[in-house]
């Protein structure tokens, strides 16, 4: 009587039992270049018993174990660490073949500056053949100011970059700069712009004065975004911006002619009026020089305004201008002589300072004054004619 079991031990009955004894089958294992597989070569195990563990090992520097192949099909590769990957055949009933491929890598060095971050960052390993991208994160308020890439500079670089095909190690490297805006100030007709018309300024920064200045017979009104005042700096920029400065006819504008006295230093004529301008020129030429426009002024009266009063000396003919009630007064009552009172020339501005100062000089060598609006003209007199004239500092504003 026999009795037999199967491979899990259950017993087999029957009238006729027939034992079949399978044949051997081989497990054959090889490896591509840049790896090792172990056990290697041909291994014969008897029908349905269990193969060895092949591990597959790295061999050579800057590759990695890619996948075991069984003919068409992949295996299930487990990592036993180290770079090493293992595989083991289970109830081998038939021939198997398994194939270890590695494949060749390369590194990429992701490097980010301040403000700002790469990803992925640091050594990242790509196969051969393979693409990689790499993503900016800019901090806030901050873009992508340079990228190089293997030491050469990437022009306009966007927010990522892809590498394709990779088949040598490089570098990757980026910084980023703050946001910069740009302030841009444009004049109406009739008007100029002084300082920086076209300035670029970093996130939450300050720009630079500029001051929005009428043509003669013009005045001011205001900028495209409301600011009434000629003189603005901006400040705390967040956006690009772009204003107009808008200018008027002012109808209430007149011109002020200088003359000077040919004769006598720091002795000057000034007028608002064209007859009495013609009627000097025409026939006290010989005496005053004339030197044309000297500003304009309001014939209006302007804000905290003051009337200009005009004095001549009998003795030389020469003149004194105030604006200033006080001293007006006091040259009436007390130097009646050699000033004579003529009346009131102009209205003046004592108190806008937005408006055009003017200065007034005190001749050294004479009792006469000279007056000027020119910055230029102020600084050559206090510059090279010094022995001659002392600065007695602002006298009035020419009112707009």
Known sequence: HAIATDKAGNTLTGDAIT?????????????????????????????????????????????????????????????????????????????????????????????????????????????????????FHPAANYHVATLTVGGTNVPSPGDHYHFTNVTASSTIAVTFAINTYTLTYNAGTGGKITGTTAQAVPYNGAGTQVTAVPNTGYRFVSWSDGLTTASRTDTNITANKTVTASFAVNTNMMTVWRFRNTGMIGNYLWTPDPSERDSVIANLFNIWFYEGPAFTINTANPLNSNMMWRFRNEANWTYLYTADPTEKQSIIDNQNSPWTYEGPSWNVSWTTPTDTPVWRFRCLKNPTYLWTSDPNEKLTIETTLQSDYVLEGIAYYLGQ
């Open 19 to 135: 034992f079949f004894l399978g044949k051997p089958h081989t497990v054959t294992a090889t490896a591509t270049a840049g790896g090792s597989i172990e056990p290697s070569g041909t291994w014969t195990g008897d029908y349905g018993s269990d193969s060895p563990t092949f591990t597959a090992t790295p061999t050579q520097p800057g590759y990695r174990f890619e996948k075991f192949m069984d003919g068409a099909a992949e295996l299930p590769a487990t990592d036993v660490g180290g770079g090493q990957f293992a595989y083991k055949f289970s109830n081998v009933t038939t021939d198997h073949a398994i194939a270890a491929s590695f494949i060749e890598t390369h590194t990429i060095t992701a490097t980010a500056g301040d403000h700002g971050s790469i990803d992925p960052a640091g050594v990242v390993s790509v196969d051969e053949g393979a693409d990689a991208t790499f993503t």
